[in-house]
């Protein structure tokens, strides 16, 4: 056809050239002027876009491949209506504009051409035609390498209504570029070689044909790849071409450059596209585009002169070496042969479309179930998770199985200490005794030595001894002391090992952990085959409630025999106490009717004894008798009553007995009755919890019924909607054939009609089959997804289950939280015990710090005293000298004048004498005050050692404080870990959550597609219903299109079965998010449960370690007050000793003055007997002890 008229001629030429990606793309314009570009492109290959104005008239696009030698071909294409003024400025959007943008209505896609040329041996003789630029992200085989393009403008313009297509064949343009590359020698263009770099031979295109070429070629493979390709489209390019609409429709020349850019970038952009989408060369067709095929059939509709024309160019063109020229005029004369035969009737074409119709439907269907595969390939993952959740908890379990294990092994070491530590206080104890056994017989021997030996280096030498021993008890307690740290040493070495022996058992649980995951399979297996045993265990659950019910009616028959039984006991017990009562008060009257007739015996036998005295009175006598015959009878009535009463009190007894063993077997019998009620209420319970499986297992049971069942109701109203829909298909299949049925009428002679439509039944048989298979596929993928579904189902059960597991350990949790609590209240026991021995040692030392003042101000006056009284004796001793010197001399004189002064002298020795005897007594009473002393500072170093042993207790005490607080943060860290692993598995549980979200707003997307698949499969209904509306009165259907006609109905209940299906899976998914919704309250419950108990834990670690230092500084301040009394006993050493020296001297002066009154004196025998006697009584060894006594009581405190 030809072109329209055009307006006015503009003679400008613009020129843009495209090279390889690595490339820069650069461009020139001539306008008017004939300027050509400042700068050339690569000598690489690259394609040529060319509008000239002026040719005739009309835009040019110039389209080569960048081969050398090889010709370029051009399009004409009228120009719009809407045109710039002449004397604006050119830019990029003064392309040309493609012809085949809009088309009723639809926006275009293709922006140009691309055309390679290659032999014409390859790919079975067929030349594919060239591909669209829309067609380029579908295209598997297109590289920049052996592709040339014509880029048309990016920018929006009003596109020009396309009318026809000028299909005569233009001269070559290489003129043109020639002229263009000729103008400077140096610069020459691209197109030097052939590019067969980047693909083989096989897969390089056929030579592209011009668009006239292209006009109207409708052969069997293109109206295939028409109906394969119709709903394909290119996403990236059209966001592309929806980004370019908003570009302004006039733009400065200094944004041409940067525009020329983008071009460049968005085509290299789409061949890398269609490279990575490159899987299977072999398998690739090169299809035309959609929007050429609307252009084709708008120039030429089905039916036409041109249509025929074009389809027989097709044919004669495909596989043929012949010039365009020579293939026309065949197709001129094929043309002339078939106008006799007159034009196929509409109704073929109606049948062309509707099986087309039924292929895209088939595709549609193919895609849907490739998507659900898709979809329940996705749900493999969360099933993974549950499997790795399972695993997580059996660690979890046996983890806590090893800190049992540790535990136990533990405390069986803090038992050895124990019985260790007991061993050593036993030590310790018997050498305690042993010295104390030795202090006692040193104290002996003291005293022995004070009674028999007068010296003093003795009585030093003991004192030495003892100060030895004491410093070997000190030695022996920093010996202990030494020994217990060692022991800590040895504690800490044991640590390590432990630690060491731990790492060893994390192997071990990693072993253990493997061998968990074999037994978890085996358990999933035995859990398949314990789904198989589901209706017995229904049976056992009804066999149980029937035992339930008869046990609970046994146990209110004992319950209430129990409170019979309960009844007679209590009132056998009452008969009882009052019997006891009874048999009380007959013994009672019984001694006393013993009482009186022994009393009554007495006095008969008085009377008889007064009777035979006194044998006058016959009379008397008689009575006598009488009234002993008559006691006697009544004492033979009183033993028979006795010997009734006796019997009776037997019998009782014998009753009593009787009861109380019938008592005792009630008893029994009600201790047994109890523990059998106990025993049937653990079985009770028992019963119940399985009671309680069978019926969640009888309700899942339940709920896979009733989905099978919802599945059966689905499948059987697909079924019937398919039924329906086959009938409507043969009815239309039926018009369609008595259309068939009447084109063979009218048509006579067109057997070439008849072989095309018995390949196309063949084709739809074939088509069948496919059907069929497809159907078989379905229903295999039906099954997969009913197991799929029951896969869900097993992975929901084994969730549940993990609850339960995990609402366990938060019980065993909670038990651990119990029993730490139950610790602590022992802690604050003990640190109460120690507070209350704190405050008695306190006491104690206040007390002993009395008694230490006491003592010290007993013995300052023991020393006064003792000072004082030694200064009277000196007096005395003076005065007596004195007085003995001077009486000596009185005596000396007396005794020459008279002898009578002998019996005054004999008096004074007596009255010395009796001051001997004094002295001795008061030297007795000074003993035992020693004695007395000495027991005290016995009963002082009792309670110094009561008070060491109590400070070891405390010592000790305070360690095993420590390591309990030890064991405390170590039980605190491993809660923290704890709860690291619950907040790990709470993420967890997240994780799956948002898995889960995920796959449901997967599930959502795909039933919205598949809603809009619907949707438009309604519409393709509606015009099927339409088009067979015409075609009803028709007659006999075929039997290729009835069962065409069946397998659209079988497709269409497929489709509605699983919509059906997508229901049931969209309640299923919503119960799932409201169960992951319900999951993930309980997890943040959990949590926070978690983060109270840990917070509750560090509070109460920060109290103990508060208690610790605050028993450390108790134990520092007692240190400190014990240290205090031992320098107060060193201070109170050393007065001793000083005291001690001072006696020295006063002795050796109290020795110098008796040797001196000794010596001057001069009296008699006598007379020096009592001084001897004196000398003895004041002997020095004598003060000495007494002075040595007095500093050990000095020394004692």
Known sequence: ??????????????????????????????????????????????????????????????????????????????????????????????????????????????????????????????????????????????????????????????????????????????????????????????????????????????????????????????????????????????????????????????????????????????????REKVQDPAMVQFKSTPDLLRDQREAAPPGSADHMKATIYGILREGSADSEASVRRKVSLVLEQMQPLGMVSPASTKALVGQAELTRKME??????????????????????????????????????????????????????????????????????????????????????????????SLLKDLLETRELLEELLEGKQRVEEQLRLRERELTALKGALKEEVASHDQEVEHVRL?????????????????QDHAAVEAERQKMSSLVRELQKELEETSEETGHWQNMFQKNKEELRAAKQELLQLRMEKEEIEEELGEKMEILQRDLEQARASTRDTQQVEELKKELQRTQGELKELQAER?????????????????????????????????????????????????????????????????????????????????????????????????LKEARGLVEGGEAVEARLRDKVHRLEVEKQQLEEALNVAQEEEGSLAAAKRALEIRLEEAQRGLARLGQEQQALNRALEEEGKQREALRKSKAELEEQKRLLNRTVDRLNKELEQIGDDSKLALQQLQSQMEDYKEKARKEVADAQRQAKDWASEAEKNSGGLSRLQDELQRLRQALQTSQAERDTARLDKELLAQRLQGLEQEAENKKRSQDDKARQLKSLEEKVSRLEAELDEEKNTVELLTDRVNRGRDQVDQLRTELMQERSARQDLECDKISLERQNKDLKTRLASSEGLQKPSASFSQLESQNQLLQERLQAEEREKTVLQSTNRKLERRVKEL?????????????????????????????????????RLDSLRKKAQRELEEQHEVNEQLQARIKSLEKDSWRKASRSAAESALKQEGLSSDEEFDSVYDPSSIASLLTESNLQTSSC
């Open 1080 to 1116: 993930s309250i309980q997890i943040d419950d959990e949590r926070q449960h978690v983060n109270d108990q840990k917070d509750q834990l560090t509070l109460r670690v920060k109290a103990l370690k508060r208690q610790v230092d605050e028993a450390e500084e108790e134990i520092e």
């Open 643 to 739: 010997q009734s009463q006796e019997v009776a009190g037997r019998h009782r007894n014998q009753v009593l007995e009787k009861q109380l063993s019938v008592l005792r077997a009630e008893a029994d019998r009600s201790r047994d009755l109890e523990e059998q009620n106990l025993q049937l209420q653990k079985t009770l319970q028992q019963l119940r919890q399985d009671c309680e499986e069978a019926s969640k297992a009888k309700v899942a049971s339940e709920t896979e019924a009733m989905v099978l069942g919802q599945r059966q109701a689905t499948v059987e109203t697909t079924l019937r909607e398919t039924q329906e829909e086959n009938d409507e298909f043969r009815r239309r299949i039926l018009g369609l054939e008595q259309q």
């Open 364 to 457: 549609e269907l193919q895609k849907k179930l490739d998507e659900e595969v898709k979809k329940r390939q996705k749900l493999e993952p969360s099933r993974i998770g549950l499997e790795r959740q399972l695993e997580e908890k059996a660690e979890e379990c046996h983890r806590l199985q090893e800190l049992l294990e540790k535990r136990k092994g533990e405390v069986q070491q803090s038992a050895k200490e124990l019985q260790n530590m007991k061993l050593l206080l036993g030590q310790e104890e018997g050498l305690r005794h042993g010295l104390e056994t030795q202090v006692k017989e040193l104290q002996l021997k003291l005293k022995h030595s004070q009674n028999l030996d007068p010296g003093k280096e």
């Open 1 to 274: 056809m030809m072109a329209d008229p055009r307006g006015p001629v503009d003679h400008g030429v613009q020129i843009r050239f495209i090279t390889e990606p690595e490339g820069a793309a650069e461009m020139g314009t001539l306008r008017r002027s004939g300027r050509r570009p400042a700068k050339d492109a690569r000598a690489s290959t690259y394609g040529v876009a060319v509008r000239v104005q002026g040719i005739a008239g009309q835009p040019f696009v110039v389209l080569n491949s960048g081969e050398k030698g090889a010709d370029s071909f051009g399009v004409q294409i009228k120009g719009g209506n809407n045109r710039g003024s002449p004397g604006a400025l050119s830019s990029d959007s003064e392309l040309p504009e493609n012809p085949y943008s809009q088309v009723k209505g639809y926006p275009a896609t293709s922006q140009g051409s691309t055309s390679d040329e290659e032999p014409r041996d390859h790919l079975n003789g067929k030349l594919l035609r060239s591909q669209s630029q829309a067609s380029l992200t579908g295209l598997a085989l297109m590289s920049p390498s052996n592709r040339s393009t014509s880029l048309l403008e990016l920018a929006p313009q009003k596109t020009p209504s396309v009318n026809t297509i000028d299909t005569a064949p233009l001269s070559s343009v290489d003129s043109l570029i020639n002229k263009f590359d000729g103008q400077k020698g140096s610069q020459v263009r691209g197109r030097t070689g052939r590019r067969t770099k980047t693909l083989p031979q096989e897969q390089q295109r056929k030579r592209s044909q011009s668009l006239d070429s292209r006009l109207s070629r409708d052969t069997r493979e293109d109206r295939e790849l028409q109906s394969t390709n119709h709903w394909a489209r290119g996403t990236k390019y059209d966001n592309h071409m929806d980004s370019s609409k908003t570009l302004p429709q006039k733009q400065s020349p200094f944004s041409s450059f940067s525009r020329s850019r983008q071009t460049q970038d968005w085509v290299l952009q789409s061949f890398e596209e269609s």
């Open 515 to 531: 061998q968990y995951q074999r037994d978890t399979e085996q358990l999933r297996r035995s859990m398949q085959d314990a789904t």
